[in-house]
């Protein structure tokens, strides 16, 4: 069983550069796909990232394909998304996801472990 738990979050001015961590406490963060989604006020929940268990395979919602970038430490059972030029329609409350397969996850299926999530706001 994972329990994820992000950090990072803040506000931020347009074009700065934040990084959201997730941290995993259990032993078996390395066997999961992970990914990160977003969630705006009033809006539904969206696929923002994934990452293959192995890091040899990423996805990238078409919003934030140049701009962010998804990693993870194994060893740190850590997952990260570092994220440039941040723009105003960023803001969103940012969740991190644990599932089996890397393909599922930007459908949103088949995710076994959400985060509480952190919030981003960018804003002048």
């Known amino acids: 069983q994972l329990q994820l738990v992000e950090s990072g979050g803040d506000l931020v001015h347009p074009g700065e550069s934040l990084r959201l961590s997730c941290v995993d406490s259990?032993?078996?963060?390395?066997?999961?796909?992970m990914g990160w989604f977003r969630q705006a006020p009033g809006k539904e929940r969206q696929f923002v990232a994934a990452?293959?268990?192995?890091?040899?395979?990423?996805y990238y919602a078409d919003s934030v394909k140049g701009r962010f970038t998804i990693s993870r430490d194994n060893a740190k059972n850590t997952l990260y998304l570092q994220m440039n030029s941040l723009k105003p329609e960023d803001t969103a409350v940012y969740y991190c996801?644990?599932?089996?397969?890397?393909?599922?996850?930007?459908?949103?299926?088949?995710?076994?472990?959400w985060g509480q999530g952190t919030q981003v706001t960018v804003s002048s």
């Open positions: 996801a644990a599932g089996d397969t890397t393909a599922d996850i930007p459908k949103g299926r088949a995710i076994r472990y």
């Open positions: 259990g032993r078996t963060f390395s066997t999961y796909a």
């Open positions: 990452i293959r268990w192995n890091s040899a395979t990423t």
